[in-house]
């Protein structure tokens, strides 16, 4: 479900954590790819709640998540539709689910549910008032399609909110940080490499109405790393330390030369030396309604 925002593996979310993230209250340190996926999880959220915002998630709304992972997205919702709305979360890996269930339970989110399935063939509970989608796209060997299909389980007049990595368009910085130039430079190629749809953010629009949705509105965004220990920085070298076996595979990069343990230490000094800011994700979030009478 939700691949990782650069990883090739399904629903993991370019989230790997060591120790720069403090332990989940529900997770506790048993999973570092659980914890990878809630770091990058809380870069992104109050940019994917714009999103839904901006797609007029309301109280009382019935809404279905695809691709959950551990539940992120299917929360902000939950907070959006309130105790008389209902958000059901839909992914493949069973372990992702079972945190998710275990974190709505310790938020006491009775609204909110989860099921595991794949995302190919949804479970028909349908239809819903809206349907969100986070980093699923861009995974997908055909987006077109796999809107098509979600949209079959939208209510005429229902909203389909969708987020995604503008790739092409991320690493910019200011003013130009040499080692953050190197890192985009291995970590574009492996991308596309793996048949990562680097340009799906700046492709929603398109994609939306050719799957047969009316598109509304939509919104680009991005959070800065403007210290070293922030998150957007912390999650872009994680992000590097997953991608890592993909670079030495493909021939992008070697690992002496990236030397993982160290390059976070290396961007902090490059930041503090050029006072510099870095953006180390763009995000595009596209919203539409499926046509009909209402």
Same mark, same amino acid.
């Given at each position: 479900m939700r691949p990782c925002a650069l990883s090739p593996t399904p629903e993991s979310h370019m989230h790997v954590e060591e120790t720069v993230t403090p332990a989940d209250p529900v997770l506790g340190h048993e999973d570092r790819e659980l914890h990878r996926l809630m770091l990058l999880a809380q870069v992104y959220a109050p940019l994917t709640e714009g999103v839904? #915002?901006?797609?007029?998630?309301?109280?009382?709304?019935?809404? !279905?998540d695809v691709g959950c992972g551990v539940g992120d997205v299917s929360f902000l919702a939950a907070e959006l539709v309130g105790p008389t709305g209902? &958000? &059901?979360?839909?992914? #493949? +890996?069973? #372990? =992702?689910?079972?945190?998710?269930?275990?974190? *709505? %339970?310790?938020?006491? !989110?009775a609204h909110v549910r989860f099921r595991q399935s794949s995302l190919e063939s949804l479970p028909v509970e349908g239809p819903f008032d809206a349907i969100v989608c986070r980093l699923v796209l861009m995974f997908q060997p055909d987006p077109i399609s796999f809107v098509r299909r979600m949209a079959e389980h939208l209510r005429p007049g229902g909203v389909m909110a969708l987020h995604e990595l503008e790739l092409a368009a991320m690493g !910019?910085?200011?003013?130009?940080?040499?080692? =953050?130039?190197? $890192?985009w430079g291995w970590m574009l190629p492996t991308? %596309?490499? !793996?048949? $990562?749809?680097? @340009?799906?953010?700046? +492709?929603?629009v398109s994609t939306l109405r050719r799957a047969g949705l009316v598109v509304d509105d939509g919104v680009i965004g991005g959070r800065l790393g403007v210290t070293a220990d922030a998150e957007p920085t912390q999650a872009l070298v994680e992000t590097? #330390?997953?991608?890592?076996? @993909?670079? +030495?595979?493909?021939?992008?990069?070697?690992?002496? %030369? &990236?030397? $993982?343990?160290?390059? *976070?230490?290396r961007l902090t000094a490059e930041l503090r030396a050029h006072g510099g800011v870095l953006v180390p994700s763009l995000m595009v979030g596209a919203w539409g309604h499926r046509p009909g009478p209402v």
């Amino acid at each position: 479900m939700r691949p990782c925002a650069l990883s090739p593996t399904p629903e993991s979310h370019m989230h790997v954590e060591e120790t720069v993230t403090p332990a989940d209250p529900v997770l506790g340190h048993e999973d570092r790819e659980l914890h990878r996926l809630m770091l990058l999880a809380q870069v992104y959220a109050p940019l994917t709640e714009g999103v839904l #915002r901006g797609a007029g998630l309301k109280p009382g709304m019935r809404v !279905l998540d695809v691709g959950c992972g551990v539940g992120d997205v299917s929360f902000l919702a939950a907070e959006l539709v309130g105790p008389t709305g209902q &958000v &059901v979360g839909v992914d #493949r +890996e069973a #372990r =992702f689910l079972t945190w998710a269930q275990r974190r *709505a %339970e310790a938020q006491g !989110l009775a609204h909110v549910r989860f099921r595991q399935s794949s995302l190919e063939s949804l479970p028909v509970e349908g239809p819903f008032d809206a349907i969100v989608c986070r980093l699923v796209l861009m995974f997908q060997p055909d987006p077109i399609s796999f809107v098509r299909r979600m949209a079959e389980h939208l209510r005429p007049g229902g909203v389909m909110a969708l987020h995604e990595l503008e790739l092409a368009a991320m690493g !910019l910085a200011h003013p130009k940080l040499p080692l =953050f130039s190197r $890192i985009w430079g291995w970590m574009l190629p492996t991308c %596309e490499r !793996l048949g $990562i749809k680097v @340009h799906m953010g700046m +492709e929603l629009v398109s994609t939306l109405r050719r799957a047969g949705l009316v598109v509304d509105d939509g919104v680009i965004g991005g959070r800065l790393g403007v210290t070293a220990d922030a998150e957007p920085t912390q999650a872009l070298v994680e992000t590097v #330390r997953t991608l890592l076996p @993909h670079m +030495e595979r493909l021939g992008v990069a070697l690992a002496m %030369e &990236v030397d $993982i343990d160290t390059l *976070a230490a290396r961007l902090t000094a490059e930041l503090r030396a050029h006072g510099g800011v870095l953006v180390p994700s763009l995000m595009v979030g596209a919203w539409g309604h499926r046509p009909g009478p209402v």
